[in-house]
């Protein structure tokens, strides 16, 4: 088990710019979450995956923003046209399937700085 | 909707200090309960957990009682150490909705 890995762990980009993150989840877990966490803040959900289907967006989720999980494995969320409010902590789960008290193992994140 | 509560921080302790952490919680239907700890530059790490009421979930030290009569789910500890300096969240999670976390309670043990 080598647990859930994001890459990239920093990631520093003008305004205006786009970015992509990486999730590798836990190899069994059928299900993978992002979620964004600003300073001072929990983790807020943004999206999860069952397999390649996304099941949830949250409102959060700005026509700015869009996750692929195309072969149900690895996921990636892109970032288009980033501004100043988009710089947080970056998180990603997953999760085996199967009732509310499957915990969720959590990455280490990617951090987005916007200057 | 679904949310948690809790105390605010930071809270500063000696070594060897007894811990509480305060957490209430807002759900429909039967939530599971969850705390999650954060080390500076790291992820979410699973605590401990309770599935029903009444359940005690315990790991390093650490317990909290699901209490459904005061919707509550407090973070305990005998004894800290410089170790569990780190910042305490809690979570709920009801039927298929996702996570809902509280803000955080950054703990900080001195020597």
Redesign the interface.
């Given at each position: 088990d080598t647990g859930?890995s994001?890459n990239p762990r920093h990631k520093i980009t003008k305004r205006g710019q786009n970015v992509t993150f990486r999730c590798d989840p836990i190899s069994e877990h059928n299900r993978l979450?992002w979620?964004r966490q600003t300073l001072?803040?929990?983790?807020?959900?943004l999206t999860?995956f069952q397999n390649e289907a996304q099941l949830?967006k949250?409102r959060l989720l700005s026509d700015r923003f869009s996750a692929e999980r195309p072969k149900g494995s690895f996921s990636t969320l892109e970032i288009q046209r980033t501004e100043q409010g988009d710089s947080a902590m970056y998180?990603c789960?997953s999760s085996l399937e199967g009732g509310?008290?499957q915990?969720?193992?959590?990455?280490?994140?990617t951090r987005l700085s916007i200057l | 909707g679904n949310s948690v509560t809790q105390m605010e921080g930071p809270v500063t302790l000696s070594e060897e200090a007894f811990l509480t952490i305060n957490c209430t919680y807002t759900a429909t239907g039967y939530p599971s309960l969850f705390w999650y700890v954060q080390y500076p530059g790291e992820g979410l790490q699973l605590l401990l957990k309770a599935t029903k009421a009444d359940d005690k979930g315990s790991n390093k030290g650490f317990e909290a009682t699901y209490r459904k009569e005061t919707t509550s789910f407090h973070l305990e500890k005998g004894s800290v150490q410089v170790s569990d300096s780190a910042v305490y969240f809690c979570a709920l999670r009801s039927g298929n909705t996702p996570l809902v976390f509280g803000k955080g309670t950054r703990l900080s043990v001195i020597a």
């Open positions: 859930v994001q979450y979620y001072g803040q929990g983790p807020e959900f999860y949830e949250s998180l789960a509310n008290n915990p969720q193992h959590f990455g280490d994140g | -």
